[in-house]
């Protein structure tokens, strides 16, 4: 039982175009919300997070929307650009008791923008 | 800036020897995990430290994967008895306070 969906395992944007990315999830107790990038061979880089008591962040190029009643959030890359290409991962927790912030995650989209 | 460190990155071993991997976090960080990661899939979660406490382990530890963090500074992850299916990226990540996570570069296992 997936409890974080990313639907879509893969988007192909032009270079200055908007990439949009979605993540639907199915458990209420999670209250908070992260994006990781991911490079080949390399471990998960954080991008931004967004806490449910918010609809939106915003962090330079990159803006995360929360619907909580939809139980659906996508983050914005604007301007997209051919270094955003790689595999972005959406996670979700819940603190589980003795500040547990386990990270449960999605599949991953990969995005490529092309020049 | 040291981020988290991992070693080693790469480990190929053959079936049914053990295995140790070490992870370092970022020094200030309280918070240790240990996620497992294969092929087409997202990270999942394997195992919670905080300080030296080991607070939460998944069900996908089984018997044979045990983790300390004995001084709460750095961890290890160790495997017994590996089988082909051990075979993924481990990845150990660190915080503290916030809930956001910062993940080291990962080890590659292949069990042959």
């Known amino acids: 039982d997936q409890q974080v969906k990313q639907n879509s395992p893969s988007l192909s944007v032009q270079e200055g175009r908007i990439s949009i990315l979605n993540c639907d999830y199915t458990?209420?107790?999670?209250?908070?919300f992260l994006w990781y990038k991911k490079y080949p061979a390399e471990g998960p880089t954080f991008l931004i997070s967004i806490s449910s008591i918010k609809d939106k962040n915003e962090d330079g190029r990159f803006t995360v929307f929360l619907n909580k009643s939809a139980k659906h959030l996508s983050l914005h890359i604007v301007p997209s650009q051919p270094g955003d290409s790689a595999v972005y991962f959406c996670?979700?927790?819940?603190?589980?008791?003795?500040?547990?912030?386990?990270?449960?995650f999605g599949k991953g989209t990969l995005l490529t923008v092309n020049p | 800036d040291t981020g988290v460190s991992q070693d080693p990155r790469h480990k190929i071993t053959k079936r049914g020897q053990n295995v140790t991997f070490r992870c370092d976090p970022i020094s200030e960080h309280n918070r240790l995990y240990w996620y497992r990661q294969t092929l087409g899939q997202g990270p999942e979660f394997l195992t919670y430290f905080q300080n030296e406490a080991q607070l939460e382990k998944s069900r996908l530890l089984s018997d044979r994967f045990s983790a300390e963090r004995p001084k709460g500074s750095f961890s290890t992850l160790e495997i017994q008895r590996t089988e082909q299916g051990d075979s993924a990226m481990y990845l150990c990540?660190?915080?503290?306070?916030?809930?956001?996570?910062?993940f080291g570069p990962g080890t590659r296992l292949t069990v042959l």
């Open positions: 990540a660190s915080s503290y306070p916030a809930p956001e996570q910062f």
């Open positions: 458990n209420s107790m999670f209250d908070y």
């Open positions: 996670a979700a927790s819940e603190d589980s008791g003795g500040s547990n912030y386990k990270l449960t």
